[in-house]
């Protein structure tokens, strides 16, 4: 009889004693020109994370000339005085680095990545980008003429649509939260070199400026490599800019964006709420998410489980202008798309989730998953330099102290579910939100009217 052979397994690891998270803490101090940086040493992120936050918002850009920030942001990678467009893009390439660029309500941002090894010399192009940007005419002729062309496949975009439309309504049209934060075809049209050259020359400089810098800065002398890099960036001194209080007109009402012959309907429900400085802002995060953050919320599981309606619906809070007098702006919205024939049935359903979360609350279970989704993942979620930076350049751009994220995701996990509730009720009240629907008007018109949400407009979608 023949022996069965035996095995000798390895003992099975053991997982290790698990240890308290927060998010990281961040060094703040001034340069000689006035340029406030905040660094954190992140130990094994060898791809370091550099955000410079500009002091330009778009409620600064000249009239008639919308846009002009976001061609100015676009151009600071398109040459300096040391480098012509090809050559900056070239030495970018040479040294592992990358770098974006973006305009927003609060203002502009210069995202850099690069390998530590190399981060004196990523941090030389960015103050020569920063220092002494080239806007030659050509390049900026160039931006114009892509900005233009973008415009078109925005408007082609339900979702883009959407949005535009939103903005219009919600704020009057005397704020620059009203229209494109990108610019309109006439606005972008008027853009020139000059232009970004004195947007440049009246809005950008070090000491209202914050650089953020993440990552392992074992062994480096980032003193030394600031101050011979972005240290040599010179510029006028002047207090950052008030920021104006936010008005809005949150009217129960519904608009729709006539598409003949769409098949399905584009909706962006929306209002306008307090920002992160409100107290409220951690309970409205944790019931927001329970209404619509994930595949498990009220909204897509009655929409997309049981009724089958779309693909996803999502609830969710986005700041756009922070203040810390609490002048400040989020936007509390809920968007999603659903088949032409629905739209009706599905808006109804969607009031009464709605209506539902206000009488009957979230449970227990809700709430918990809630935060286990929002606060257990948040490890995971800033491994990476570039998205502690963020966050950190985030927190700067909005006012908020260094140790505001930190501190959130305690207020996360310390809030009951009947103070959530409370929350997101608050943040969508039945009455009060103005619908946005993008599709083919003369099929969804009577359904919607029928439902008794506000007025209903239609308007062309061109």
């Known amino acids: 009889m023949t022996e069965l052979a035996t095995m000798d397994f390895h003992p099975r690891p053991q997982a290790g004693e698990a240890r308290p998270w927060a998010f990281p803490a961040p060094e703040r101090t001034t340069l000689g020109n006035g340029l406030t940086v905040l660094r954190c040493h992140r130990p094994g992120q060898q791809i370091v994370a550099v955000e410079v936050l500009l002091d330009a918002p778009l409620e600064a850009e000249p009239a008639g000339l919308d846009g002009v920030a976001t061609i100015t942001a676009r151009a600071f990678s398109e040459g300096t005085d040391k480098h012509s467009a090809e050559d900056f893009a070239a030495e970018l390439e040479r040294c592992g680095a990358t770098l974006d660029a973006y305009a927003d309500h609060p203002g502009i941002r210069l995202s850099l990545e690069v390998p530590a090894s190399r981060l004196a010399k990523g941090l030389g192009l960015l103050a020569d980008a920063l220092r002494a940007p080239a806007f030659a005419d050509g390049e900026i002729e160039r931006l114009v003429r892509n900005r233009l062309d973008e415009i078109p496949h925005e408007l082609a975009n339900p979702s883009r649509r959407a ?10 049209a005397t704020s620059r939260m009203s229209r494109p934060r990108q610019g309109t075809e006439e606005t972008v049209a008027a853009i020139d070199a000059a232009a970004v050259r004195a947007f440049y020359e009246k809005h950008v400089r070090p000491a209202t400026a914050t650089a953020v810098v993440v990552g392992d800065l074992t062994g480096t002398d980032l003193d030394g490599l600031l101050g011979d890099t972005l240290g040599a960036w010179t510029g006028s001194t002047a207090r950052p800019r008030p920021v104006p209080p936010v008005a809005a007109d949150d009217t129960g009402r519904v608009v729709i964006v006539d598409r003949p012959g769409a098949v399905q309907t584009q909706l962006l429900i929306g209002r306008v709420g ?22 498990t919320s009220r909204l897509d599981r009655v929409l997309r489980e049981e009724k089958g309606y779309t693909y996803g619906v999502r609830a969710f809070g986005q700041v756009l202008r922070s203040a810390p007098d609490g002048t400040g702006a989020s936007l509390l919205a809920i968007s999603g798309s659903v088949d032409t024939p629905n739209t009706g049935p599905a808006l109804q359903d969607l009031w009464t989730v709605l209506r539902t979360l206000a009488a009957e609350g979230l449970t227990d279970a809700e709430r918990d998953v809630a935060v286990q989704n929002l606060v257990g993942v948040a490890p995971l979620k800033y491994e990476t330099a570039a998205a502690v930076a963020g966050t950190l350049a985030d927190q700067v751009e909005q006012h908020l102290p260094d140790d505001y994220q930190a501190e959130l995701y305690r207020r996360l996990a310390a809030t009951g579910t009947v103070e959530a509730t409370a929350a997101v009720v608050n943040a969508f009240p039945v009455d009060r939100l103005v619908t946005v629907l993008v599709g083919d008007a003369a099929k969804i018109k009577e359904s919607v009217e029928a439902l008794g949400i506000g007025e209903v407009t239609v308007v062309s979608a061109e």
């Open 163 to 172: 949005a535009k439309e939103l903005s219009k309504e919600l704020f009057p």
């Open 274 to 295: 307090a920002d992160r400085h409100d107290r409220v802002w951690a309970a409205q995060v944790l019931g927001t998410y329970c209404l619509g953050g994930t595949l």
